[in-house]
């Protein structure tokens, strides 16, 4: 058996090699006697955001999955007509979510303290429905939130907050970036006695980074005062990955 190891081994690499050299990255061509150096560096731009992502939805329950919709999609119309009137346009609302469940009964306790063993019955159904929306008047988060609690919503998520064009704040990422690898390719090529001749290649990784979301979860039978929220900064991060040159 051993003699045929080398033979099986070989020719296992002689069928891999064609894959592996196709998943290498091609090395860059440089000139003769010149050092390629790899650089990654870091740009990040803070901006106070100027739009405000949030979810707001009804759950309802029914004995029958049509008793459950029917009072789901009473409650959302009336929801959605709220934020309307606290002037959410129409293209900054979006349903994201719509399900029916089946509301299963609780195991029944017997008098010894185990419980029944039987197979759940289905009791009722629950329709959970909620929208996206858009706030792009922060000012006022606060009084929307109140307005769809006393239209019914009984689950609010959010918000995460965001800016509705970030392009000039990911170019002054970008731009930091850069300046960034730049002068760290300097200071490389300066302690090794070399220079920098050109940029090879750029790549370019990174992006968004709002805050995580504040989660509410709250009743239209116990209205209060809307909970302030402080929007803070968002912070728009580029990570880039640069090639230079050197010579001596």
């Given at each position: 058996?051993?003699?045929?190891?080398?033979?099986?081994?070989?020719?296992?690499?002689?069928f891999a090699?064609p894959?592996?050299?196709?998943?290498?990255?091609?090395?860059?061509?440089?000139?003769?006697?010149?050092?390629?150096?790899?650089?990654?560096?870091?740009?990040?731009?803070?901006?106070?955001?100027?739009?405000?992502l949030?979810?707001?939805?009804?759950?309802?329950?029914?004995?029958?999955?049509?008793?459950?919709?029917?009072?789901?999609?009473?409650?959302?119309?009336?929801?959605?007509?709220?934020?309307?009137?606290?002037?959410?346009?129409?293209?900054?609302?979006?349903?994201?979510?719509?399900?029916?469940?089946?509301?299963?009964?609780e195991?029944?306790?017997?008098?010894?303290?185990?419980?029944?063993?039987?197979?759940?019955?289905i009791?009722?159904?629950?329709?959970?429905?909620?929208?996206?929306?858009?706030?792009?008047?922060?000012?006022?988060?606060?009084?929307?939130?109140?307005?769809?609690?006393?239209?019914?919503?009984n689950?609010?998520?959010?918000?995460?907050?965001?800016?509705?064009?970030?392009?000039?704040?990911?170019d002054?990422?970008?731009?930091?970036?850069?300046?960034?690898?730049?002068?760290?390719?300097?200071?490389?090529?300066?302690?090794?006695?070399?220079?920098?001749?050109?940029?090879?290649?750029?790549?370019e990784?990174g992006?968004?980074?709002?805050?995580?979301?504040?989660?509410?979860?709250?009743?239209?039978?116990?209205?209060?005062?809307?909970?302030?929220?402080?929007?803070?900064?968002?912070?728009?991060?580029?990570?880039?990955?640069v090639?230079?040159e050197?010579?001596?």
């Amino acid at each position: 058996m051993k003699r045929f190891a080398l033979p099986l081994i070989a020719a296992a690499a002689a069928f891999a090699s064609p894959a592996l050299a196709q998943q290498a990255s091609p090395v860059p061509a440089i000139e003769a006697g010149h050092t390629l150096l790899t650089v990654s560096a870091d740009g990040k731009s803070e901006r106070a955001p100027d739009l405000a992502l949030f979810n707001a939805g009804v759950t309802t329950q029914g004995k029958t999955a049509g008793e459950a919709l029917g009072a789901n999609s009473a409650a959302m119309t009336r929801v959605i007509a709220a934020l309307k009137r606290a002037g959410i346009a129409d293209r900054d609302i979006q349903t994201s979510n719509l399900n029916i469940n089946p509301v299963y009964s609780e195991p029944r306790r017997l008098p010894d303290g185990s419980t029944e063993q039987r197979a759940p019955e289905i009791v009722g159904y629950q329709v959970n429905n909620s929208v996206s929306v858009r706030q792009r008047q922060l000012g006022d988060y606060g009084k929307v939130i109140d307005t769809l609690v006393t239209a019914g919503a009984n689950q609010v998520n959010g918000p995460s907050f965001m800016l509705d064009k970030p392009d000039a704040a990911l170019d002054a990422a970008r731009t930091e970036a850069m300046a960034k690898a730049r002068a760290r390719a300097d200071l490389y090529a300066r302690a090794a006695g070399l220079k920098v001749v050109r940029i090879v290649s750029i790549a370019e990784g990174g992006g968004y980074s709002p805050p995580m979301p504040v989660m509410y979860r709250m009743a239209a039978d116990s209205v209060a005062a809307a909970p302030p929220v402080a929007a803070g900064e968002v912070s728009l991060g580029v990570n880039v990955t640069v090639q230079f040159e050197l010579a001596p």
